[in-house]
């Protein structure tokens, strides 16, 4: 790590184009000046190890879930540098509209705070993302390929920290990300879904409103993606796992006081909502009418539960009957 050159980065902070409220080559540079990259040296068996977790988890999610789908070309082991490098353009994307629209009374200022901000925030993300699947939303063109990725220091650094055993530990988390390729997979239409309710918000936010339908759409279409995630790994996973789920809880819950403060900062807390309340809504879904009912939530946007849905699934079932 080297503060002071994250430092200078953030003070350095530019706009060479002339068109934007964040330098964005400063916030890369500025987070990983922050950020331990963390080792990736590993031996031939790690990596075949997670090559074998892939594999093995799209072929249980594909016979359990009966989804038809495949895992993206585009599979990374990554150190916490290769991250931040990987979701500099994503966070650019989704501030492009915001950046377009807001004119501010000191450009200069704005713009080195809005390039600290976003370098903090990567760097912090980069620093406890254990996996990614990458769905490109707001990407420009149809031939993006999506990606796989799995930080390899952060899984390390987690099976230490919570004490669990870490070939187990990686491989449920390859099961937690390959599943989320399932999602997407299973239903063509979800990132135009997520786009189209990310761009109508991110509008109305660019010019000075707050549209509550498109982002309570974005949470709730965002609960399911994640709570049936949760619903099928566990299910598919082919070993114990209570222990598992127990200690991750308890790990994004928990953290030092710096970190409980950027997780509510970053909203991480509403993603920790979101993964029990759509897991709770799947698991009573999955239990009425079995894996296969939970799985036509995908079938098209229509059977994406609503906000009232959520917290009575007997009332999604009685209007999707799967």
Same mark, same amino acid.
């Given at each position: 790590?080297?503060?002071?050159?994250?430092? /200078?980065?953030?003070?350095?902070?530019?706009?060479?184009?002339?068109? !934007?409220?964040?330098?964005?080559?400063?916030?890369?540079?500025?987070?990983?000046?922050?950020?331990?990259?963390?080792?990736?040296?590993?031996?031939?068996? *790690?990596?075949? !190890?997670?090559?074998?977790?892939?594999?093995? &988890?799209?072929d249980r999610l594909r016979s359990l879930?009966?989804?038809?789908?495949?895992v993206p070309a585009t599979i990374e082991? /990554?150190?916490?540098?290769?991250?931040?490098?990987?979701?500099?353009?994503?966070?650019?994307?989704?501030?492009?509209?915001?950046? &377009?629209?807001?004119?501010?009374?000191?450009?200069?200022?704005?713009?080195?705070?809005?390039?600290?901000?976003?370098?903090?925030?990567?760097?912090?993300?980069?620093?406890?993302?254990?996996?990614?699947?990458?769905?490109?939303?707001?990407?420009?063109?149809?031939?993006?390929?999506?990606?796989?990725?799995?930080?390899?220091?952060?899984?390390?650094a987690a099976a230490r920290e919570l004490?669990?055993?870490?070939?187990?530990?990686?491989?449920?988390?390859?099961?937690?990300?390959?599943? %989320?390729?399932?999602?997407?997979?299973?239903?063509?239409?979800?990132?135009? %879904?997520? *786009?189209?309710?990310? *761009?109508?918000?991110?509008?109305?936010?660019?010019?000075?409103?707050?549209?509550?339908?498109?982002?309570? @759409?974005?949470?709730?279409?965002?609960?399911?993606?994640?709570?049936?995630?949760?619903?099928?790994? @566990?299910?598919?996973?082919? &070993? *114990?796992?209570?222990?598992?789920?127990?200690?991750?809880?308890?790990?994004?819950?928990?953290?030092?006081?710096?970190?409980?403060?950027?997780?509510?900062?970053?909203?991480?807390?509403?993603?920790?909502? /979101?993964?029990?309340?759509?897991?709770?809504?799947?698991?009573?879904?999955?239990?009425?009418?079995?894996?296969?009912?939970?799985?036509?939530?995908?079938?098209?946007? /229509? %059977?994406?539960?609503?906000?009232?849905?959520?917290?009575?699934?007997?009332?999604?079932?009685?209007?999707?009957?799967?």
């Amino acid at each position: 790590m080297n503060l002071l050159r994250s430092v /200078q980065a953030v003070a350095g902070a530019s706009d060479p184009d002339g068109a !934007g409220q964040i330098d964005w080559t400063a916030v890369a540079t500025a987070a990983k000046s922050a950020t331990d990259p963390g080792d990736l040296d590993l031996s031939e068996a *790690e990596r075949s !190890g997670y090559a074998t977790d892939v594999r093995d &988890a799209r072929d249980r999610l594909r016979s359990l879930g009966g989804l038809d789908f495949d895992v993206p070309a585009t599979i990374e082991i /990554q150190s916490r540098h290769h991250w931040i490098d990987a979701n500099v353009e994503t966070f650019r994307r989704v501030m492009r509209p915001v950046e &377009a629209e807001v004119s501010v009374a000191f450009p200069n200022a704005t713009r080195m705070v809005n390039t600290g901000s976003m370098a903090f925030v990567l760097s912090f993300l980069g620093s406890h993302v254990l996996g990614q699947y990458d769905p490109l939303l707001l990407a420009e063109g149809d031939d993006a390929d999506h990606g796989l990725y799995f930080v390899h220091p952060n899984i390390v650094a987690a099976a230490r920290e919570l004490d669990v055993d870490y070939p187990r530990f990686r491989r449920w988390i390859a099961f937690h990300e390959v599943t %989320h390729a399932a999602e997407f997979g299973a239903a063509p239409w979800l990132s135009d %879904h997520l *786009e189209s309710r990310m *761009e109508d918000g991110l509008e109305m936010l660019a010019n000075g409103r707050f549209d509550r339908d498109a982002f309570q @759409d974005l949470d709730v279409a965002m609960t399911a993606v994640e709570g049936y995630a949760e619903l099928l790994m @566990d299910r598919a996973f082919d &070993a *114990e796992y209570a222990d598992l789920r127990a200690k991750l809880d308890a790990r994004r819950r928990g953290g030092g006081p710096l970190a409980r403060v950027a997780r509510r900062l970053l909203g991480l807390g509403m993603k920790r909502r /979101q993964y029990e309340r759509g897991a709770a809504f799947f698991e009573a879904v999955a239990d009425r009418r079995g894996l296969a009912a939970a799985g036509t939530v995908w079938d098209r946007p /229509q %059977h994406l539960p609503t906000a009232a849905e959520l917290d009575d699934p007997d009332r999604w079932l009685a209007r999707v009957d799967p």
